[in-house]
Nanobody, 122 residues
Framework: QVQLVESGGGLVQAGGSLRLSCAAS????????????MGWFRQAPGKERELVAAISRTDNPSYADSVKGRFTISRDNAKNTVYLQMNTLDPEDTAVYYC????????????WGQGTKVTVSS
């Protein structure tokens, strides 16, 4: 069974930091995790889900303009885990954050975690 499990969400004051983790498990990830593009999405109340950051199989990161310079995505293929370090958090960052995975040549993310809630207070 393929599974993505996020952790690290919580309540933080504006200007603070959080580090999200996403652990991948299951047969396909145990063998091919490094071949997957991993992404972090978020969805705020009343808003559409948006891609926040992604990291390729070659560790090339990409970011939404709204988080550039504040968020850092990284991966540890030995641990089948992807991270999102979030600094200088703003109330606008409040959302449920989801981890997702897609095969490197696929257009769509095929696997999703259950989400972890991040609340930034002003």
């Amino acid at each position: 069974q393929v599974q993505l499990v996020e952790s690290g969400g919580g309540l933080v004051q504006a200007g603070g930091s959080l580090r999200l983790s996403c652990a991948a498990s299951g047969r396909t990830f145990s063998t091919y995790f490094s071949d997957y593009v991993m992404g972090w999405f978020r969805q705020a109340p009343g808003k559409e889900r948006e891609l926040v950051a992604a990291i390729s199989r070659t560790d090339n990161p990409s970011y939404a303009d709204s988080v550039k310079g504040r968020f850092t995505i990284s991966r540890d293929n030995a641990k089948n885990t992807v991270y999102l370090q979030m600094n200088t958090l703003d109330p606008e960052d409040t959302a449920v954050y989801y981890c997702a995975a897609r095969w490197s040549t696929a257009a769509q993310y095929a696997y999703w975690g259950q989400g972890t809630k991040v609340t930034v207070s002003s």
